[in-house]
């Protein structure tokens, strides 16, 4: 009988919920994708590359005008002039960044520390390079790093620090004296950093994103994913890249070489074509969004839910403990689909150990404006 390498996973609640919301008709604000087209532009540039022949497959480490646009991107946004070949990977969505930086960095025996609520791939990444994972849990409500706690969890294995910033599910920054503290923590640490910013270009109310490509000496140990899909609204592409420093790029690739090899060739020429043609769709992406958490949340502010404005991302959190504090959360958002019409996602389940008080949903706010004006009826009518 074949011994499960990951007893513990399941079907995964983003595709529970959504199945659900599917069955029973529910408007589904849970797993974050959004239900509005993509650009037509970036449509018509993929179906004018499907068009012209460019259907085999791409370099290994990406078609290198989308690296030159990525690297571009980096030195406009984070004055940082990275090299666009030794450098920047175009990989098949961030999720294969995370999976390939973490088999090259871990060993057998060695720790990876997660801050809870995280991100569902970072621990079975962890597990299946023979690595376990330490969850230090962020203080709440605002979801800031407990450093006291952060220094405790570090032992002679830890060899990753996993960050996340804006963060899935709150939306939490970290600020750029975070990351000083972090590089403070680690410094004359053999401890390296996955920094997963797919949500870069999502920050609200004029905030700036603090990446750790803007920061030199966390980007010296680091890898750094982003994702398209996030960006230019095709979550379907599965295309995102990893930025680290040249000798960590190398052995990144020497496992996405055998993982996938390369990401999608059509649909990197329609990214590099629009980036370099439609560079204001990032500039305009935080009042994109914050108009959308705006109008969910003014909605919002007529039911029994309270909340606190995302600052990033394109999540909201609710606190239920006024409508049904006798549930847990599963058991919330199960009800609030099918008693109600609305798929939302429970939030312990970014947890290894949630406050057994904590009474969270979170919605996706990627979504028309008439979707968001259902669902806020709806909430209000609870
Ligand atoms: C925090 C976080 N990291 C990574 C990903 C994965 O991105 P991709 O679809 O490009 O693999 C997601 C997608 O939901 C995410 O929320």
Redesign the pocket.
């Known amino acids: 009988m074949l011994q499960s390498k990951l007893p513990n996973v399941g079907t995964t609640i983003f595709t529970r919920m959504s199945q659900l919301a599917a069955q029973t008709g529910a408007l589904n604000l849970s797993q974050?994708f959004p239900d509005f087209a993509s650009p037509p532009a970036l449509l018509a540039a993929a179906v004018k590359h499907l068009g012209a022949g460019h259907n085999q497959y791409a370099p290994m480490t990406g078609l290198p005008r989308l690296r030159e646009q990525v690297a571009a991107k980096i030195a406009g946004l984070y004055g940082r002039s990275v090299c666009a070949e030794a450098e920047v990977t175009i990989l098949p969505?961030?999720?294969?960044g995370?999976f390939c930086a973490v088999q090259a960095l871990i060993r057998p025996g060695d720790e990876a520390i997660v801050l809870d609520p995280c991100?569902d791939?970072y621990e079975p990444s962890v597990e299946l390079a023979g690595g376990r994972c330490v969850h230090v849990p962020l203080t709440l409500p605002s979801f800031s790093i407990d450093w006291q706690l952060l220094a405790e969890a570090i032992t002679p294995r830890t060899r990753l620090i996993f960050i996340?910033s804006p963060h899935?599910p709150s939306g939490a920054l970290l600020s750029r004296a975070d990351l000083d503290q972090l590089a403070a923590l680690i410094r004359d640490r053999d401890i390296y950093l996955i920094s997963?910013e797919?949500?870069e270009h999502l920050v609200f109310d004029g905030a700036q994103h603090a990446s750790v490509l803007a920061h030199d000496e966390l980007y010296a140990r680091a890898f750094v994913?982003s994702?398209?899909?996030?960006t230019y609204h095709v979550?379907g592409w599965?295309?995102?890249y990893a930025v680290a420093p040249p000798l960590l790029s190398v052995e990144l690739r020497k496992i996405h070489q055998y993982v996938n090899f390369c990401g999608v060739t059509p649909l990197q020429h329609a990214l590099a074509d629009f980036m370099a043609e439609h560079p204001e769709h990032i500039t305009e992406l935080p009042a994109f969004y914050q108009a959308k958490r705006d109008l969910f949340c003014d909605q919002l502010a007529g039911s029994r839910f309270s909340f606190t404005r995302a600052p990033g991302t394109y999540f909201q959190l609710a606190d239920y403990s006024a409508i049904r504090p006798d549930l847990d959360d599963v058991a919330m958002a199960e009800w609030l689909t099918r008693e109600h019409g609305v798929a939302a996602i429970p939030v312990s389940v970014f947890y290894q150990k949630a406050p057994a008080d904590m009474r969270l949903v979170r919605f996706c706010f990627a979504k028309r404006e008439e979707t968001l004006l259902a669902a806020g009826e709806r909430l209000c009518a609870i």
């Not at 969505?93 to 294969?96: D, H, I, K, L, P």
């Not at 994702?227 to 996030?230: A, I, L, N, Q």
């Open positions: 974050g969505g961030a999720t294969e995370i991100y791939s996340n899935n997963d797919v949500y994913v994702s398209f899909g996030k979550t599965k295309t995102g």
